[in-house]
Structure formats: structure tokens, C-alpha cells
């Protein structure tokens, strides 16, 4: 695909048909994002302003377009933002997935068959179960967009383009100054780029070191800004998300992430297997076309080489309060899909053989547009259960305040947790099922570091609240250790909910 001329890109009917086609499988998939949602940092971002939040909790970071985003929505109301973000999310995913196409679709002949395979396996490689919490966020549509910059810059790198290599930073520093992790997407997509392109080895060692220098450039850059232009001014340190480097903290990262990921997925070892499996293929593959030692090694390198870098960003992570999003290792989940592109490079000539993999790609891609459609309703239950339980909690402070004409010294909360991760709810006379096995987040009651945001975004103003303490049980109930889930004593308010 040639970028020489963005005016051409929608000329041809068949990308008019499928950008359309794509508008509208998407807003199928996310269409409850057009409603009222919440992560844990848009209560902050709610409870503190988003003009504040944005200035002092994502400029910090070195998000400047982020920053820039937060700034121009800031005076508008929350229900119009998630219309806004969302479909501005959705027109910018559907470039993805088609820029994608685009590019991959060049590798092979252009017959209906092929169309079809490589379509829905960008639409998967761009919308998955990893991809799709980056719908939930306030600044989703930059989210989107620092994605598709990292697709652009990787295939400009690998292009024949005079000034590839500057087109393909400047595009990068867009993503590194909207969001970090998404430089990882630079990395996967230059990898296969370079697989799909054959070079030989030592072409193919050159422009993969190349691409390490480029994504460390960047990243210097980023890091230079943030500790000596936006440090000064904002004292970055005192966030969450800074920390300092030990070896032994890097490690215990590694191994919380890497264990996450492909052990304690769901179901487990799920994604584990899939690697496994893919690997195997293309040692039968390769060993088939005679092309072992030298496709094999390239291709095992990219997987170890994505994996690697896709867990840097973690180095800002406090080792001690480790937490895992799905978000971080996107690049590692389109691996996936551009692994099942490259098997299929080598297969697609055999008409029985593209007929399987048409089969298994259509199933994939069902399954993985209602697994996605499910996360999200999965996680508007958790936003109604956060509304019940943060709402309780204010209405009791309020009726002990009243009563008592003092505020309570502490609250207790006293969260269980059970092994069955899909739990009934009964919530306003209506019952929901919960499945935590699925979720992307903590529940809000849940999340030491925003609690105090949301109990004053749902108290609907601004309360000094007294000291709040948890206590965790596991593999219980509230009722096996509790006479009453709510009450008083010692003038201290204690509550307890099943999670």
C-alpha cells in the first residue's frame, strides 16, 4: 500500500466498502460504550476536574497529547465524552484494522478468499480481548491513535521511502508523548514486516537492531522530557506510577507479568498453549518447504524479541503493588494474529487449505467479537455493582453522621473473595451475574489508590472522609464471618461485601 498519496487510500471501492463495513461491526462490539462507563481513573479524573487531572496526572506522565485531549473536552459533561470518545475510537480503530489489511494484503494474491482471511484477522489483531478495555478510558480516541501511528511508522520503516526512517520517528513521538505502551505495537508490526519482506539474514539482523536503536531513541527522548522539562515543574516522582529501579524489583515484574499472561489467563494457560502451538506449526511448515534453520530462527526471534520488549514499559510499575493490564501486552497478542498471517503465507496456495483456514478464521473471529462484546457488558455490571456498593457506604456515613452528630474514627471494609469467579447479584430487585475470570479492572471498592474518588463522585459532592481500612478474605463470605454486613461499633463504621 502507498502512503505517497493520502488522497488515494479511499478511491478504490473495495476499501470504501470494507472502512464502512468495519464502522459498523465495531460499534456492534462496543456499542454499550456509548453509555455512561467508568475505570477507576475516571472517578479521579471526574472527582478532581479534568483539566486537573489531565495537567497533573497525565502531563506528568510525558502524555502530551493527552494532556492536549483532556484540555479540549474538559468543560464538556460526562455523557457527552463517552459519546464523543467512542465514536471518535471507533472511526480511528477502523483505520487501523484497514491500514493493516492494506499492507498484509499486498503479500498475497488478491482473490475473495484471501481478502476475506487477512480482513478478519486484522480486525482481530486490532479489536481482541487485550485491545478492547482501551474503549473504557476517558482518553481512548489517543489511546487508538498512538496505535495507529506505531502501524504507520512501522510500515514506513520498512518502506523504500528516502526519508523513511524520520517520517517513521516523528510518527513514533506522537505515540510516546500519548501513550507509552503502544510503542510496543511499532515493534511487532516492524518484526513481521521485516519476516514478511524475506530479507536475508543479515538484512533482516540489520533492521531488526535498527528498530531496537529507533524505539530506544524515542524512548530516551520521552524519558529526557519528562525528568528534566516536565519533573521541575510538575514533580512527576510523587505519582503511583514512578518508582525507582532495582534489579530484584525488574525481576519480580517480570515474573508477576509473565506468569499473568500466560498462566493465569482464561481460561489458563490458555495463551501459553496458543504460543506453544504456534510454534509447532511453524516448525511443520518450514520443515515441510525446506526453509527450517533460517525462516525458523527469525521467526522464534521476533516472538522472544516481542515478549521482551513488550514488558519495558513495566519498569515504571512499583514492584510492591503490581497490577496487570490486559492493555500492556497488546503487541504480544497481535504476534498472535500476524503469526497465524505468516503460517498462512506459506499455505495459501493449496485451495483446500485456504478453505480450512477460511473456516477457522470466520469461527475466531465470531467468538472473539462476542468475547469482547461480553468483557465490556461484564464490566458495566462491575460499574452498576460500584454504584450500589459506594452508595451504601455514603448513605450509612451519612445516617451515623446524622444520628451520632460526629463522624465515625475509621472505616472498616471487609472484602471476601470466593474460587468461583462468577458470582449472582442481586442489585436494585435485579439479578446480575458477575464473572471476575473475564474482567479488566478492579471493582472501585477494591482499588486502595481511588476509593476516596469514587465514594465522592457517587456522594455527588465533595466529604472529608475518615480513615479508610481493608481486610481480605479468601475462599468465604461476608455471612461465615460476620454476624451483619453492616454495623457500628466503637465509633467505628464496619462493612462487609462479597466480591
Known sequence: MKFSNVKTFFKKKDKQILFFLTIIISSLIVIKCFKLHYTSDTYRALYSGLDVYGKYAILALGRIFSWIYFELIANLNFNTICVIKTFLSIIIVSFCILVTYSKFITYFKKNIKNIIIIYLLSFICIINPFSIELFYFIESPIMW??????????????????????????????????????????????????????????????????????????????????????????????????????????????????????????????????????????????????????????????????????????????????????????????????????????????????NIFLFLVLTLFIFNSFYCFNLLNNQFKINKLDSNQLTTINKVLSSYENYNKVSPNSIFITLTFRNDKIVNYKIDNEEIKINYNISFFQNAINNNVFILDALNYYNGKNRNYPTIKFAYFYDTKCEDILKHNIFEYDNNLYFCFNQ
Open 145 to 354: 491513535l498512538s496505535i495507529l501511528t506505531s502501524i504507520l511508522a512501522s510500515i514506513f520503516f520498512v518502506s523504500k521511502y528516502k526519508h523513511k526512517y524520520i517520517l517513521s520517528i516523528l510518527l513514533l513521538l506522537f505515540t510516546i508523548f500519548s501513550y507509552q505502551p503502544n510503542i510496543n505495537v511499532f515493534i511487532c508490526y516492524s518484526l513481521f514486516l521485516i519476516l514478511f519482506e524475506q530479507y536475508n539474514i543479515k538484512k533482516c539482523f540489520k533492521m531488526t537492531v535498527l528498530c531496537g536503536i529507533e524505539y530506544g531513541f524515542v524512548a530516551f527522548i520521552n524519558m529526557i522530557f519528562i525528568f528534566y522539562v516536565l519533573n521541575p515543574i510538575f514533580n512527576v516522582s510523587k505519582y503511583k506510577y514512578a518508582t525507582h529501579f532495582t534489579l530484584d524489583g525488574f525481576l519480580k515484574i517480570i515474573k508477576f507479568m509473565l506468569k499473568q499472561l500466560f498462566i493465569n489467563s482464561y481460561p489458563k494457560y490458555l495463551y501459553l498453549i496458543i504460543y506453544i502451538i504456534l510454534v509447532l506449526s511453524m516448525i511443520l511448515i518450514l520443515y515441510h518447504k525446506k526453509k527450517l534453520i533460517k525462516n525458523f530462527f527469525c521467526y522464534l526471534s521476533v516472538l522472544f524479541l516481542i515478549v521482551i520488549f513488550s514488558l519495558l514499559p513495566t519498569l515504571s510499575f512499583d514492584a510492591n503493588n503490581l497490577y496487570f493490564g490486559t492493555r500492556f501486552f497488546i503487541a504480544i497478542v497481535m504476534s498472535f494474529l500476524l503469526s497465524i498471517i505468516y503460517i498462512y503465507n506459506y499455505l495459501f496456495t493449496n485451495k483446500k487449505n485456504q
